[in-house]
Nanobody, 117 residues
């Protein structure tokens, strides 16, 4: 199993950024894949998840209405569209494969997102 995130970046407050996660090594369809982040000096925070089968998504209250998870089953790609970014969104972002019952058995390498003016 491989999950490879795209390069993040530096964004000004209020800006937008789209993260990508390339998945391989497992049947892409019918899996929950999550986005998780870790801010400097803090623990892991769950951000969002998407079911690759029907595209159903859920998001944390802290990002609801600003972040949108999506997928492209033809390319085995996951995306996290992040709008109206705030300084508190600064973190290392990971995509992770749910092995069942919210057990994240496989993680990407992480990508840094910094929101700053």
């Amino acid at each position: 199993v491989q999950l490879v995130e795209s390069v993040g970046g530096l964004v000004q407050p209020g800006g937008s950024l789209r993260l990508s996660c390339a998945a391989s090594g497992f049947p892409f369809s019918n899996n929950w894949i999550h986005w998780v982040r870790q801010a400097p000096g803090k623990g892991l925070e769950w951000v969002s998840r998407i079911y690759t089968g029907d595209g159903n998504t859920n998001s944390a209250d802290s990002v609801k209405g600003r972040f949108t998870a999506s997928r492209d089953n033809t390319k085995n790609m996951l995306y996290l569209q992040m709008n109206s970014l705030k300084s508190e969104d600064t973190a290392l972002y990971y995509c992770a494969l749910d092995g069942g019952y919210w057990y994240f058995g496989y993680w990407g390498q992480g990508t840094q997102v910094t929101v700053s003016s």
